[in-house]
């Protein structure tokens, strides 16, 4: 099992930035690659960003591109997001999430809730 916590929600202005945590505990060996979605009410989750483990490689929605950025810190089993830039509807509940190789994400934090005001 991999136990994944999330930091760093908050309210801030449009314009704005936040930066997110997410820190992975238990079999932490058997990640694959973690990833940032988030959630509105009435929506699905959506996907925003993720990480490869090893090699780092990432991927990112359109709609997040040159404003959000994923990085990770292997040594503290953490990933972060910073996100510049911040658009209202940028407003949701964003989870971290993690995987195994050749697995979909099954692994989810509680959700941090981000608040972008106008």
């Known amino acids: 099992q991999v136990q994944l916590v999330e930091s760093g929600g908050g309210l801030v202005q449009a314009g704005g930035s936040l930066r997110l945590s997410c820190a992975a505990s238990?079999?932490?060996?058997?990640?694959?690659?973690m990833g940032w979605f988030r959630q509105t009410s009435g929506k699905e989750r959506e996907f925003v960003a993720h990480?490869?483990?090893?090699?780092?490689?990432?991927d990112y929605a359109d709609s997040v591109k040159g404003r959000f950025t994923i990085s990770r810190d292997n040594a503290k089993n953490t990933v972060y997001l910073q996100m510049n830039n911040l658009k209202p509807e940028d407003t949701a509940v964003y989870y971290c999430?993690?995987?195994?190789?050749?697995?979909?994400?099954?692994?989810w934090g509680q959700g941090t809730q981000v608040t972008v005001s106008s």
């Open positions: 990480i490869t483990w090893s090699g780092g490689s990432t």
């Open positions: 999430a993690a995987r195994r190789a050749r697995q979909n994400y099954d692994y």
């Open positions: 238990g079999r932490t060996f058997s990640i694959y690659a």
